[in-house]
C-alpha cells in the first residue's frame, strides 16, 4: 500500500519540500553537535524548535503521514529539553533517522512515487514505546530500535511482538498528552475508561477488556494531527473543515491497527463515530454493521461531550442529566447496550454521591 499525497494537494507538498530543504540540513547539523556537547540547553532548543516547525509545516500543508513521526520525535526529545534524560547516541541516531525517512518519502512524494506507510508506523510506534522506557535502559533500548527498524525495512526482520501492558501504557501515555491541549480535556482518559469497562460488565463483558481500554486510550489521539482549532471550538465548521475533522478515527485507527495484537481496538476505533441510524461517519454504518465495542465507546464519547456542558452542576447531577441526554438520542445508539450502559451510569452516579 502507498501513502498518497495529502488531499492530492500537491502544491502543499512542494511547500513542504521546500521547507524541509532549509530545516533538514540545518537539524542534522544540531543533532551531530550535540554528540560533543549533548548537554548544551541552547542547541537542545534550537532542535525542538526546528522539529517543531517542521511538525508544524507537515501539519499547515496537510502532509500528514510525516506528523505521526515527526509528534512523536517531538515528544522523545522533550525529556532531553526537561532534563530528565541526556542526549545519547541512541537518541541521535534515532533522530537522524527519522529525519532521512522523512525526507526520503517526502521527496518520493513530490516526484509521484509510491510510498510504504510500515516504516512510518513502525518508527512512530517504537518511538512512543520508547517514552515509556527508564533512563538506565534508553540507550540499549533506542540502538536496538535503530538496528530492527533498519533490517525491518529490508524486510530481514519480523513486526514487533505483542507486548500488551507495554502497549496500553504506550496507549495511556497519548491520551494523557491530548488531555494537555484544553483544561476541559483534563481526567476524562480515566473518566471514559471507568464508564466503558462499567458498562461493558453490565452487559456480561462481550467485549474483551484490554481491547476496549486500548480503544478508549486511542480513539481520538487522531485529532493530535489536526490543528486544535478545528477540534477544541464550540463553533460550527465549514464543510471542508468538518471533513478533516472526521478523518481522525482512520489516522488513530491506522497506527494501532499495525501494532500486532490490536485489531479489534483498531476496529472499534474507525468505527466509534458510527451510529445505528446510519447518521454517522466515516463510512455510515448501521446497526448490527457496527462492533460491539464501537457501540459502547459511541455511547461513552458522547454521555463525556454532554458532560462538560453540565460541569457547573454536581457530578452525580451532572451525570444523570447526561444520561438523560443520551438517551434522547437513543436511535443513535445499539439498542442492546443502552440499558447496560444506563446501569453503569446509575451506579456511577451513586458512588459519586455518596463521596461527598
Not at 14 to 40: C, G, K, M, T, V
Request: hydrophobic share 45%; charged share 20%; net charge negative.
Amino acid at each position: 500500500m502507498a501513502l498518497p499525497t495529502p488531499g492530492n494537494d500537491f502544491v502543499g507538498l512542494a511547500d513542504f519540500h521546500e521547507a524541509l530543504a532549509d530545516y533538514a540540513p540545518e537539524a542534522e547539523r544540531l543533532i551531530e553537535s550535540l554528540r560533543q556537547q549533548p548537554e548544551d540547553p541552547k542547541r537542545v532548543a534550537d532542535l525542538f524548535r526546528l522539529l517543531h516547525n517542521i511538525k508544524g509545516d507537515a501539519t499547515l500543508c496537510r502532509v500528514q503521514w510525516a506528523v505521526p513521526v515527526m509528534h512523536a520525535v517531538e515528544s522523545l526529545l522533550e525529556r532531553v529539553r526537561s532534563g530528565k534524560q541526556p542526549f545519547g547516541d541512541g537518541m541521535r541516531q534515532l533522530l537522524l533517522l527519522a529525519l532521512d525517512r522523512i525526507v526520503e518519502a517526502t521527496e518520493l512524494a513530490v516526484d509521484r512515487q509510491p510510498v510504504d506507510p510500515a516504516p512510518f508506523d513502525a518508527l512512530t510506534v517504537g518511538l512512543g514505546r520508547l517514552q515509556q522506557t527508564d533512563i538506565s535502559r534508553f540507550e540499549t533500548e533506542a540502538q536496538q530500535l535503530v538496528v530492527a527498524l533498519i533490517h525491518g525495512a529490508e524486510g530481514d526482520q519480523p513486526g514487533p511482538a505483542h507486548d500488551p501492558d507495554g502497549d496500553l501504557a504506550f496507549f495511556r501515555s497519548l491520551a494523557l498528552q491530548l488531555e494537555q491541549h484544553a483544561p476541559t480535556l483534563v481526567g476524562r482518559t480515566q473518566r471514559n475508561l471507568t464508564l466503558a469497562l462499567a458498562a461493558n460488565e453490565a452487559a456480561g463483558n462481550p467485549v474483551d477488556p484490554a481491547q476496549l481500554s486500548a480503544a478508549v486510550y486511542m480513539h481520538d489521539i487522531g485529532m493530535m494531527l489536526l490543528p486544535e482549532h478545528l477540534w477544541l471550538t464550540t463553533d460550527a465548521l465549514p464543510e471542508r473543515e468538518r471533513m478533516r475533522l472526521h478523518q481522525h478515527p482512520g489516522w488513530a485507527a491506522g497506527l494501532i491497527g499495525r501494532m500486532p495484537g490490536w485489531q479489534d481496538a483498531a476496529r472499534m476505533v474507525a468505527q466509534h463515530h458510527e451510529r445505528a441510524n446510519g447518521s454517522g461517519y466515516p463510512q455510515g454504518l448501521q446497526q448490527g454493521e457496527i462492533c460491539q465495542g464501537a457501540g459502547i465507546l459511541a455511547l461513552v464519547d458522547t454521555f463525556e461531550a454532554v458532560m462538560v456542558k453540565h460541569a457547573h452542576r454536581s457530578l452525580s447531577s451532572a451525570m444523570l442529566r447526561a444520561a438523560t441526554e443520551v438517551n434522547a438520542s437513543a436511535q443513535q445508539f445499539d439498542p442492546a447496550l443502552l440499558p447496560h450502559f444506563n446501569l453503569a451510569v446509575r451506579a456511577l452516579a451513586d458512588e459519586a454521591r455518596g463521596d461527598r
